[in-house]
């Protein structure tokens, strides 16, 4: 019995050792991985003398990253890029080829050695891929892509699960097809477009015929001018704010619904319905339908 | 008797306070160990489960200064010192009466 208590009272001073050290030991690696510019002053410089210049400038020590590009001469009319896990950036450029830069990033060297990008170019299309396509629920490395494109480009569909997707300094007029599943989509000087996201911010610059923008949980920003007739403008978001500028010629039969939020429009409106939650009416001759629905944010129509 | 009584639950709250620590600890390494297996088979990136370390390890660590170092709880003795200090002294002014 005595000797079971002297077990008790051992184990007790060892494990109280140990949770001291356990306390000591994952400070340390926490202030070594995580630094933090408020705790780069005295003291904590003295006690743990870091580079924090090298620290900072790496991501991250056990990450790896192989980078590479190619070259696509031919002035195809398509471009169709396919990723899962990963950013999607595509500028417009006055060069006449595509370039095609891309970031294999995983936190194991086996991992990101596994994925490979595809890039297949058919009868005006050319496909960018990353590969290979969801294997496992589990995530195993990143591809991110900065795609530069001439402006025969016509068409843009991009889709990714996870990751940005950005559209900067487009050539005019490009119908665009963008998906994902969690990430912002921005895109700008759009001609059709259709936007869809689940979980990100929609910002986009239209100036065609035919817009669908959707969100689950995400805000939409939009500016809108010279719009053609013969197509439709439909935008939705469950949560999320929706607000929209457009030009003075606006000319729109508007379908405006908010469960819980205002509804505001710059423009004036030949009213036939309005309720609390929806705004009914015409900017000027009506000549293009406008639907706009939001659960639960706010409807906001400005002008340029 | 009385004394006796008073005597045997302090050293069983001590005994009770030993025994709980320990059952903490091993909890504590248990979940620790499960964390930290969860975190590097999604992804090694980021050792989120050092926080949980940290955090819950101070605690496991005070736990263990109350069982095993401050056992007799340091303010109750200091407590009571003083409330015998104090019924001395105001004998003693009563006698002086």
Redesign the interface.
Same mark, same amino acid.
């Given at each position: 019995m005595r000797n079971k208590g002297n077990l008790i009272n051992y184990l007790g001073y060892l494990f109280g050792i140990l949770s001291l050290t356990i306390i000591i030991l994952s400070l340390s690696c926490i202030i070594r991985d995580r630094p933090v510019s408020r705790i780069r002053k005295f003291p904590f410089r003295m006690w743990a003398p870091i580079d924090w210049e090298e620290t900072l400038r790496k991501p991250s020590t056990e990450w790896t990253r192989i980078e590479g590009e190619e070259i696509i001469g031919e002035p195809y009319k398509n471009l169709e890029v396919k990723n899962i896990s990963g950013d999607i950036d595509i500028t417009g450029w006055k060069e006449d080829y595509f370039l095609i830069k891309y970031v294999k990033s995983g936190p194991a060297k086996e991992w990101v050695e596994e994925l490979r990008v595809q890039v297949n170019t058919t009868e005006n299309v050319i496909s960018v891929k990353r590969l290979p396509e969801l294997k496992s629920l589990i995530q195993r490395g990143s591809v991110s892509f900065d795609i530069f494109i001439p402006d025969t480009v016509k068409t843009i569909s991009a889709n990714s699960v996870s990751g940005h997707i950005i559209l900067n300094q487009m050539p005019a007029g490009i119908t665009q097809t963008l998906k994902t599943v969690s990430g912002r989509i921005k895109t700008d000087n759009s001609g059709n477009l259709q936007v869809s996201s689940v979980s990100g911010s929609i910002s986009f610059q239209f100036s065609g015929s035919t817009l669908n923008v959707s969100t689950i949980s995400g805000s939409i920003r939009g500016e809108m001018s010279d719009l053609k007739s013969g197509g439709s403008l439909e935008l939705s978001s469950v949560s999320g704010s929706i607000h929209i500028n457009a030009d003075e010629t606006l000319n729109s039969d508007i379908s405006l619904k908010s469960v819980s939020g205002s509804i505001s429009c710059d423009f004036p409106v030949t009213i036939s319905v309005k309720k609390r939650t929806l705004l009914e009416g015409k900017i000027g001759e009506g000549f293009i339908p406008m639907n706009i629905k939001t659960t639960s944010g706010s409807i906001k129509i400005r002008k340029l | 008797m009385e004394d006796e009584n008073k005597r045997y639950e302090e050293a069983r709250k001590i005994a009770k306070n030993? @025994?709980s =620590? $320990?059952r903490h600890?091993i909890t #504590?390494i248990f979940v /620790?160990i499960v964390l930290a297996v969860i975190n590097n @088979?999604?992804?090694? %990136? #980021?050792?989120w489960w /050092?926080?949980v %370390? /940290?955090f819950w390890? $101070?605690g @496991?660590?005070f736990n =263990?200064?109350s %069982? =095993?170092i401050f056992k007799g709880g340091g303010l109750k003795k200091l407590e009571d010192d003083l409330i015998r200090r104090e019924m001395k002294r105001i004998g003693a002014e009563k006698d002086e009466k």
């Open positions: - | 030993k @025994v =620590f $320990i600890f #504590y /620790l @088979v999604t992804s090694r %990136a #980021y050792q /050092l926080w %370390a /940290l390890g $101070i @496991v660590f =263990f200064l %069982a =095993f």
